[in-house]
């Protein structure tokens, strides 16, 4: 069935935003979708995906997520660069192979826990002096319906989108009312992500769970698109949702509902 694309924020105009993990399928939707609305943007990402995927209209600098000191430089060159940061996204994190979660073996464990909720920490912690400093402090972050509703084989990924969950949670909390913390949790998206993540993988091919058997978990009857994400994270960095903070929007066609 033929769906719409989510009508833009008018109140982003002239802000500042930064989408760390930009170059992602969802993040080249929510920059896109940004740029059109009037907002500045600020893409981090690595610089392999920054190579193969860079996003129009938008300053890129690199980073590495998983080592605070890259970040925290990034983040300061990010708000130099365009003067304040009024809002962030944290796009960052990736999925290793499917096995249950007794099998895995400790390094695993710990490379997702570091490209995932480690991550999230130090982004957070990077990014929340600039946006207590701003009048429309907000930030995302995108974690997974994985996150409240364990399935099997998907290891460590489900724990460290969680633990995202009450990070999020704890720093709505401190941060109220200068900034706004909340979460997106997307089902099956229809990106590289699915394949291993953009810069992880060749991005080719069926995921190991094919599109159309996920389809078929979905009351909606398909896959999600990057853009149907993008109207939830806008409406997060936008004064229409000023009155919430510490909530996470599940988006996922139906498959999940908490």
Request: hydrophobic share 45%; proline share 9%.
């Amino acid at each position: 069935m033929p769906h719409s694309k989510p009508a833009l924020p008018t109140d982003l105009a002239q802000q500042r935003l930064l989408l760390v993990g930009g170059c992602g399928g969802i993040g080249r939707a929510v920059a896109h979708a940004a740029v059109q609305a009037g907002a500045k943007v600020t893409v981090l990402d690595l610089p392999a995906s920054i190579a193969r995927h860079p996003v129009p209209g938008v300053q890129l600098l690199p980073v590495d997520a998983n080592d605070p000191t890259s970040v925290d430089q990034a983040v300061a060159q990010a708000s130099a660069h365009m003067g304040r940061i009024d809002g962030c996204v944290n796009l960052v994190g990736f999925m290793s192979e499917q096995q249950p979660l007794a099998d895995m073996p400790t390094v695993v464990w710990q490379e997702v826990m570091r490209g995932n909720l480690d991550a999230a920490f130090y982004i957070s912690r990077a990014v929340l002096p600039h946006l207590r400093a701003s009048a429309h402090g907000s930030l995302v972050h995108i974690s997974s319906g994985l996150g409240a509703w364990a399935r099997p084989l998907y290891g460590a990924y489900g724990p460290a989108k969680a633990g995202m969950l009450l990070l999020m949670r704890q720093l709505a909390l401190e941060n109220a009312p200068q900034v706004r913390v909340n979460a997106v949790a997307p089902g099956a998206v229809d990106t590289a992500f699915l394949r291993g993540g953009t810069g992880r993988s060749d991005e080719q091919g069926e995921p190991p769970i094919p599109t159309q058997a996920l389809a078929k978990l979905v009351p909606m009857g398909r896959v999600a698109e990057p853009e149907d994400i993008v109207g939830p994270v806008l409406f997060l960095l936008s004064s229409a949702s000023a009155y919430m903070t510490g909530q996470t929007l599940f988006v996922n066609g139906g498959a999940y509902m908490p």
